[in-house]
């Protein structure tokens, strides 16, 4: 049974990096055609997805997040991570770590994330 | 704002049929194929439907997952009250490069 679980603190300071683990069992991160994704849900609000990385490296990030994200792979301890730099309150959010899939067939592209972590709460505040 | 449309909550009495709806446009899901996701507060969110109207392994076949034009819509007969939990869509907008989601529905049984 593949299991993830996300690890970090749960307060960070603005203007700073929040950095997330997610561990994984069951399963290797090599596994070939899973993207390794990082979602977050506001307070109160709707899921936004903040980008995923390969197996092989290759990231994609939400473009509206983009220029403060970073994701990598550490396959040797089975984790990933997610580093979001010069947080606000507005970053604020339950954090989830999630293996994702994507098929693209004559131009239909389908995605789904299964499993997912429970999610970690991360608050920025002075 | 997010970018697909879901109404904010529904209800029905256990044991009825239940429908949500998710709404987008010709760049998401009028182009792209939508999953279906439950949350439960404390708990892992759950994949429920993928590509439409596929059915993880272990997805009781009371839920149902379709999709016309630019709409998508869960369905769940037989509700429990093990299904109240808020719902969303999800999909890929080709416009946007991004996965996006709608805002959620909140079930309720009464």
């Known amino acids: 049974q593949v299991q993830l679980q996300e690890s970090g603190p749960g307060l960070v300071k603005p203007s700073q990096t929040l950095s997330l683990t997610c561990t994984l069992s069951g399963d290797s991160i090599n596994s070939g055609g899973y993207y390794w994704t990082w979602i977050r849900q506001h307070p109160g609000k709707g899921l936004e997805w903040i980008g995923f990385?390969?197996?092989?490296?290759?990231?994609h990030y939400n473009p509206s997040l983009k220029s403060r994200v970073t994701m990598s792979l550490d396959t040797s301890k089975i984790q990933f991570s997610l580093n979001l730099s010069s947080v606000t309150a507005a970053d604020t959010a339950m954090y989830f770590c999630?293996?994702?899939?994507?098929?693209?067939?004559?131009?239909?592209?389908?995605?789904?994330?299964?499993?997912w972590s429970q999610g970690t709460l991360v608050t920025v505040s002075s | 704002q997010s970018v697909l449309t879901q109404p904010p909550s529904v209800s029905a009495a256990p044991g009825q049929r239940v429908t949500i709806s998710c709404s987008g446009t010709s760049s998401n899901i009028g182009k792209n194929s939508v999953s279906w996701y439950q949350l439960l507060p404390g708990t892992a969110p759950k994949l429920l439907i993928y590509d439409n109207d596929k059915r993880p392994s272990g997805i009781p076949d009371r839920l149902s997952g379709s999709k016309s034009g630019t709409s998508a819509t869960l369905g769940i007969t037989g509700l429990q009250t093990g299904d109240e939990a808020d719902y969303y869509c999800g999909t890929w907008d080709s416009s946007l490069s991004a996965e996006v989601f709608g805002g959620g529905t909140k079930l309720t049984v009464l």
């Open positions: 999630a293996r994702g899939r994507i098929t693209i067939f004559r131009g239909v592209q389908s995605n789904w994330f299964d499993p």
């Open positions: 990385i390969s197996y092989s490296g290759s990231a």
